[in-house]
């Protein structure tokens, strides 16, 4: 391999290039749906993709699915020509930070390669959580299972000399439960994912989670509806992940570039205020146990955790090498594509606000009337965070009181997160999946128990 | 291309050797390149981007149980290894009879043009500056936030057990644009075409109707929550078709009792002024193949007549189920793949859905249709209807749309979201556009062929 992709990235430089890399990914995948206890689709696959990225005055990029030699140098050709023609036209040329090369082979850690398992094992160990979670209660009325597990191997090359390989695992079960009686129908959802193996499924307990899941549902089909207006609001850890998400993405230096853009309101606010005291906010890709994990950016930098925002302070945004000499700053491995297809760009792997030293019942102590949201349904991004939460309970007088059916609320980042009042000293990860356009990244989002002096619940 | 049929027929042997009774190959190749200039910041940005994607789908039996799988890797080994797994995944499939058998493919016009296929980025820029010209030539305080260029050709074989042997190329060519007007910055409009060829993308005209249209946006108005008379464009009118209504058609959802329409065949369903039809032959259409993602020709299929319904669509699995022909509709595609041009994928099993849904074009002018309303509103754009239920039940906010009053427009619409739900929407249907456009919903496969129709009321709530 790396042969190769040294002869595709010296074409690059012969040609003119001011610097190369190329990347490959293959993914060996498996996807399992179970729906009401019967198989809907199994889907195995390989999928092999790579890239060539040149700069010349701009960047051109050429994406295929061959590693044939005679393919990647006619996309070199390609590229380069792109680039060039592309730089001409724009006024001032783009440039990247300068880093030191790496050469460095990560290996799959201690853990069970799901290559190694037979799709029944994986398919058995679904059967039982659903039948576990159908058994709940006769009003379930649809269970649906969505389960895939992938092992990655990735390898970068680049004209300055980095050679770097890593293999990834990655395991995921998606649950959602629906309950009926009469008209009244209620959903739930549960989400387990790492990068971890087939032993995600052991120690993540998915027959606990099914279980729970069921009963949960079952006690929302007689839960009120929640009310309409402006509350004081304490939302859960999962709610607290979206939160930490869509604001870590505002603190990429790639959306602060573009002000107008729906992720754009963090331009020109470094070091100011962006949010209340109570949050600080960790971009982290290598603790373990988390649901992204990687050691190496997409272009090649070593990854690390990095802080952009500390009590309420703008400190910095997460970069590229070309944002990173934009603004002078430095890339710390935070670069991510879906797939070897697509161009890198600072996006935030797993945004995580850090807990404090309150309890949860110090956080609720003194709402005298207030709403508890718990769990994400769906939820779209951006300026106006909107996301519809599984359920909720009222808060009377610092204590829980009765349950109440999945709520939407809506968060306006410019004003709401300065309402946040304090965190709790629990925590908690939401693995998540970010759609933008034809992209789709694994993230995550997590943090402690949250408290909004008010925020706005529709019905 | 022979290549391309010697791997496909190496897998069918392999897939023999491995015990399948019966095996399918589809290998899908895109080759897709795209421009786009974007002001970040204050500066003009290049982004340059060509890919080429190619993968291998195969659906094997034995034993009467079928399987599903794909590989974008083409290695010997990747192929067995898929084939293996295929066929340990197999599962009992009701209407599974054996592969489609070999039938003339439909015939297609206007679909391929080597032009198109080979243009060079020299041309390409000329054609993005020809685009830009005929904007700035409107009105010279029209500002060009982003303006973009792609082509794309993609080629499909499908070989299988039971003889079929076809091939098929395709090209596709796209403009894009985000306009506003200098003094209202806060007001952005994206504008984007799709066309099959490089003859049939009127850059001048459409470059105009955009700068035109961002003008007309720019003063926004309050509106009053209440039923308005309503024109809908024809890519408002593709995002509330494109997901529930679209898989309410669908033999697989009507045989799973999911879908509303199940048993209505000859009822009256819709505004006797609707007639509406898929048809995956249509000339110049961005999903017109010549035949579907199993090998089976492709058709023109009425749905509706004059409000009535009158069938469903079919691929060969669901045909057998229902001792019926397929319609040609199976279609490699599940969400959230999209693409820009063709939202068909070697990754995506296949099952029924829509090609390009053609409503019947009416007798009204624009014009006319605007004329006639008193007091009504225009919608140009509104968000994706795919997040719809299958109830058909839709709350959307609007993206841009016009208010008319006296027959004319006289401002923008400033924020609103329209209710309803969309099989009693079709309903109100009280006048249908002579006019045409290829239009595709933001977040499904296919295309709506559609004229602006009119709806008689619709719920509109004000967000002031």
């Known amino acids: 391999m790396k042969d190769v992709l040294e002869r595709a990235v010296d074409k690059a430089m012969e040609l003119g290039a001011e610097y190369a890399d190329v990347r490959v990914q293959r993914t060996y995948s498996n996807t399992i749906r179970i729906v009401n206890g019967r198989v809907e689709r199994t889907i195995p696959s390989v999928e092999l993709t790579a890239s060539i990225r040149v700069l010349k005055g701009t960047w051109g990029f050429s994406s295929l699915t061959s590693i044939s030699e005679t393919d990647l140098l006619e996309a070199v050709d390609k590229t380069f020509k792109t680039a060039k023609v592309g730089a001409e036209r ?54 649906d299972y969505n389960y895939s597990d992938s092992v990655k191997e990735k390898y970068f090359c680049s004209s300055e000399g980095s050679y770097i390989e890593e293999i990834i695992p990655f395991t995921e079960l998606r649950i959602v439960v629906v309950a009926r009686e009469g008209k009244v129908i209620q959903q739930t959802i549960g989400r387990i994912a790492a990068s971890a193996g087939q032993e995600l499924m052991a120690y993540a307990d998915p027959l606990e989670v099914s279980e729970r899941l069921a009963q949960d549902t079952v006690k929302l089909l007689s839960a009120k509806s929640p009310p309409s207006g402006r509350y004081p609001v304490v939302v859960d850890n999962g709610i607290t992940g979206l939160i930490a998400l869509s604001t870590g993405l505002m603190t990429s230096a790639y959306f602060a570039l573009m002000p ?49 925002i500390e009590s309420g302070v703008l400190k910095t945004y997460i970069h590229s090498r070309e944002t990173a000499y934009k603004f002078n700053a430095e890339p710390r491995g935070h670069s991510r594509a879906p ?33 508890y949201l718990r769990g994400v349904v769906g939820a779209t991004i951006g300026r106006i965070i909107q996301c519809t939460t599984m359920m909720g309970y009222r808060i009377v007088n610092g204590e829980i009181g009765e349950p109440l059916k999945g709520a939407t609320f809506i968060v306006d980042a410019s004003k709401d997160l300065f309402n946040v009042d304090a965190v709790a000293n629990d925590f908690d990860v939401l693995p998540l999946r970010l759609i933008e356009g034809d992209k789709f990244y694994p993230v995550s989002g997590g943090g402690p128990h949250m408290k909004f002096k008010e925020l706005k619940i529709g019905g | 291309m022979t290549d391309i049929f010697s791997i496909a027929n190496r897998v069918l042997k392999i897939a023999e050797e491995e015990g399948a009774d019966h095996c399918e190959v589809y290998i899908m190749n895109r080759n897709k390149t795209d421009y786009t200039f974007e002001v970040k910041a204050g500066k003009k940005t290049f ?38 797994s295929v066929l340990s995944v197999a599962e009992e499939t009701q209407g599974f009879e054996g592969f489609t058998t070999p039938k003339t493919v439909s015939e297609v016009k206007g679909t391929y043009d080597d032009e198109t296929a080979n243009l060079s980025i020299e041309k390409a820029m000329e054609l993005i500056d020809l685009f830009e010209d005929s904007i700035k030539g409107v009105n010279e305080d029209i500002l060009i936030l982003e303006s973009s260029l792609r082509h794309c050709v993609i080629s499909t074989v499908i070989v299988n057990t039971a003889g079929v042997e076809v091939e098929e190329k395709g090209t596709y060519i796209g403009i894009g644009t985000t306009l506003s007007v200098k003094g209202k910055e806060k007001i952005t409009y994206p504008f984007n075409s799709s066309r099959r060829t490089m003859n049939s993308l009127d850059l001048e005209k459409l470059g105009e109707t955009a700068a035109n249209d961002v003008l007309r946006l720019t003063e926004k108005k309050s509106i009053e929550t209440g039923d308005y008379e309503v024109i809908l464009s024809p890519k408002v009118l593709a995002e509330l078709l494109s997901y529930s209504f679209t898989t309410s ?39 017109t193949t010549k035949f579907d993602d199993e090998g089976t020709p492709t058709q023109k299929t009425l749905l509706i007549e004059k409000g009535v319904l009158k069938g469903f669509l079919y691929d060969s699995i669901t045909a057998n189920i229902d001792n019926v022909e397929s319609t040609g509709n199976c279609v490699r595609w599940e969400p959230p793949t999209w693409d820009v041009f063709f939202a068909r994928s070697f990754s995506c099993r296949p099952r029924v859905w829509m090609s390009n849904l ?94 602006h129709i009119r709806l008689e009321k619709l719920k509109v709530i004000s967000a002031d």
């Open chain 1, 90 to 143: 724009i006024p001032e040329p783009v440039k990247i930070k300068e880093v030191k090369p790496v050469e460095d082979k990560v290996r799959l850690g201690d853990i069970q390669d799901p290559r190694e398992i037979p799709i029944e094992e994986k398919m058995e160990i679904i059967f039982e959580c659903d039948k576990a979670a159908r058994s709940i209660d006769a009003r379930i009325v649809r269970t």
């Open chain 2, 358 to 451: 053609v409503i019947e074009p009416g007798s009204k002018k624009l014009d006319e249709l605007v004329g006639e309303i008193s007091k009504g509103l225009f919608l140009l754009n509104i968000f994706s209807g795919f997040t719809m239920s299958p109830s058909g039940d839709f709350n959307l906010p609007v993206v841009h749309g016009y208010i008319i009053e006296k027959g004319e427009i006289t401002g923008a619409i400033k924020e609103a979201t329209i209710q309803g739900n969309v099989f009693e929407t079709l309903k109100g249907i009280n006048a249908v556009g002579a006019d045409i456009d290829i239009v595709i919903p933001d977040s499904t496969s296919g295309s709506l062929i559609s004229p």
């Open chain 1, 260 to 308: 107008e853009s729906e992720l754009g309101s963090f331009a020109g606010k470094l070091g100011q205020k962006v949010c209340s005291e109570a949050i600080t906010l960790t971009d982290d890709p290598t603790s373990a146990g988390m649901p992204v994990i990687f050691h190496y950016d997409e272009e090649g930098i070593a990854a690390e955790p990095v802080n952009m």
């Open chain 2, 47 to 84: 982004n340059g981007i060509s890919s080429t994607i190619r993968g291998i789908a195969i659906r094997a039996a034995k034993g009467g149980k079928l399987g599903f799988g794909y590989s974008s890797d083409f290695s010997e080994e990747a192929l067995r290894f898929t084939i293996r």
């Open chain 2, 249 to 287: 058609l669908c033999a697989d959802q009507v045989q799973a009792k999911l879908s509303v329409l199940e048993g209505k065949v000859g009822e009256k369903i819709a505004s006797e002024k609707l007639t509406l039809y898929d048809d995956g032959t249509y000339e110049e259409g961005l999903y």
């Open chain 1, 339 to 371: 797939n070897a297809l697509f161009q890198p760009k600072p996006i935030v792997s797993n945004a995580i606000i850090k807990s404090s030293d309150l309890s949860f019942e110090e956080l609720i102590e003194d709402v005298k009337e207030g709403i």
